[in-house]
């Protein structure tokens, strides 16, 4: 089920546009006088904290959408069919939700919320039905974001007094609770200035990027296509983490307790929404995107000058095999993720709870996350070359210490996968060419968590049999007739990386950061079973 709007940010850019630049500020669809109105706007408003809040609007305006798609609610997987479910819960968290929304926006209006306060008593006052209609008519006007935001209010309000009616109801069916989410997704729609429905839009206000040393390694990205590719892959993890702050400052705050519920989880399927749209477009699209534009170039070299430009465009082509690998590695390992992150550690709407073991287990999950986001931003730079510094690429000071605590259990994770894979390899018989598919499906399997987990690790700790290791790997791609020779040839790769993990596991313990900060391996055991869907 799809309920959010066309992506822009995957749109074709065109030909002498900064891709980057291009993504900041084209993907949402505003004119560009309204960029500037809403750029002036903000600026002159007189509110502490103005872009915070701003933006946790604007991303609660966003989960009409995601929301309103049961896959972006946490919880295990139900095998009772959607027409069968209660979706009350969600329905309350929406609302909830909503209500904050709503707070938001009077605080963004300031004093023009009177606006809104004295349009709302006419309302109950006036008895001529012309004089009504001409009421709502000016309340929908949309010339400056002020009066977009009075109009956005009107719908949000009357959204959250009708979802709180249909509560009363002891149940809801999913068709009355997507209609209920639709009604608000429309109002949202029809806004000038605060629509943020499309997936992986970025704003320059929320997501341009500080760091130095992250710009200038996308700006030597060759080629519009893989430029765009890995402008975008930073721009969503960084989104993704600054998801997971403001979740963490909700949590903070000693505010409503609904509201905090209610936001949390309207922000988390946003969360869930936005990395699967980055993985799906990067598993489904990047090799074809990156083949393409090697085509390009490679047709735009006389044929006379092939033999001359033969070694600079191997070395191209081999980069954007690397690009296409980090890629999908990022891609899976997102999936991975986000996975066992809604499936396991984010209790459900409808789980009942008290608002202390809520933020408990969300804050858990968020310590779990947030490195994980952090270390495929790390990831992606070294794969394209340069090794990025946590400190000048995040705001945590405990950046460095959650990456290299992170890391450490991935290492052991991985190292286990491929003692696990080696001895049944070993095991396994070869001496039928023609086994079954199924009797060689562990080997599909571990290539599948290879590419999730196994290459960013091969690929950031410069392990020097990468070569070897990659091409072994390459021989097991037809599973239906692994050939022993390129199986033994993989089983003897796959001990000599466990090895060179084993060793990078314990100098990973010997860091500074980690100095006193014991290895807890039930934990990364139990990591790893939901990692394998056990």
Request: hydrophobic share 40%; aromatic share 8%.
């Amino acid at each position: 089920m799809s309920s959010i709007a066309p992506r822009r940010s995957l749109f074709p850019i065109a030909p002498g546009e900064d891709p980057y630049q291009s993504l900041l500020s084209e993907t949402r669809a505003l004119q560009r006088e309204q960029r500037s109105q809403r750029e002036s706007w903000l600026s002159e408003l007189s509110l502490e904290g103005r872009e915070e809040a701003l933006f946790e609007f604007e991303v609660l305006l966003k989960a009409a959408a995601c929301f309103s798609n049961p896959r972006n609610h946490p919880g295990p997987p139900r095998r009772t069919a959607i027409v069968a479910l209660d979706f009350r819960a969600p329905l309350a968290a929406f609302h909830d939700g909503l209500t904050r929304a709503a707070s938001l926006a009077r605080q963004l209006l300031g004093s023009a919320d009177r606006a809104f306060v004295f349009h709302r008593y006419l309302e109950t006052v006036l008895p001529e039905d012309n004089a009504r209609s001409r009421l709502l008519t000016q309340g929908s006007s949309q010339a400056n974001p002020v009066e977009s935001l009075i109009t956005l209010r009107h719908g949000l309000t009357a959204g959250a007094e009708v979802i709180e009616g249909l509560l009363r109801s002891p149940r809801i069916p999913f068709r009355l609770f997507h209609a209920s989410l639709s009604q608000v997704y429309r109002e949202i729609d029809r806004s000038q200035f605060f629509n943020p429905l499309s997936a992986l839009e970025f704003r320059p206000e929320f997501d341009r990027i500080k760091s130095a040393q992250v710009l200038d390694l996308i700006r030597s990205v060759p080629g519009p296509e893989a430029h765009r590719l890995v402008a975008l892959t930073f721009l969503s993890l960084f989104r993704m983490l600054r998801y997971l702050t403001l979740v963490s400052r909700i949590l903070a705050d000693q505010g409503k307790r609904r509201e905090q519920m209610g936001s949390t989880y309207l922000i988390l399927s946003v969360l869930r929404s936005d990395a699967r749209a980055l993985s799906d477009y990067l598993r489904q699209r990047s090799g074809q995107l990156l083949s393409d534009s090697f085509e390009r170039d490679l047709m735009s070299v006389p044929a006379s000058r092939i033999r001359e430009r033969s070694a600079s465009l191997r070395a191209s082509g081999h980069r954007l095999i690397g690009i296409k690998s980090a890629l999908e590695g990022i891609a899976g390992s997102l999936r991975l993720e986000l996975r066992r992150a809604f499936q396991h550690d984010i209790p459900a709407p409808d789980v009942e709870q008290s608002a202390r073991d809520f933020k408990q287990r969300v804050n858990a999950s968020i310590e779990t996350l947030r490195p994980a986001l952090q270390n495929a931003v790390l990831f992606l730079g070294k794969a394209l070359g340069v090794t990025l510094e946590e400190g000048g690429v995040f705001d945590a000071e405990a950046a460095r210490r959650e990456t290299s605590e992170r890391l450490r259990r991935d290492v052991w994770m991985f190292a286990q996968i491929v003692r696990a894979f080696s001895s049944k390899a070993q095991h396994s018989p070869t001496e039928d060419n023609w086994a079954a598919l199924n009797d060689f499906q562990y080997v599909r399997e571990f290539l599948s968590y290879f590419r999730a987990m196994g290459y960013p690790l091969l690929r950031s700790s410069d392990y020097p049999r990468f070569d070897a290791f990659m091409a072994a790997l390459s021989g097991l791609e037809d599973t239906d007739l692994v050939d022993p020779a390129r199986l033994e040839a993989a089983i003897d790769e796959c001990m000599a990386f466990h090895g060179f993990l084993n060793k990078l596991f314990d100098d990973i313990g010997k860091r500074d950061e980690l100095a006193g900060v014991p290895f807890d391996r039930r934990a990364a055991a139990a990591s790893l079973k939901l990692y394998l869907g056990d």
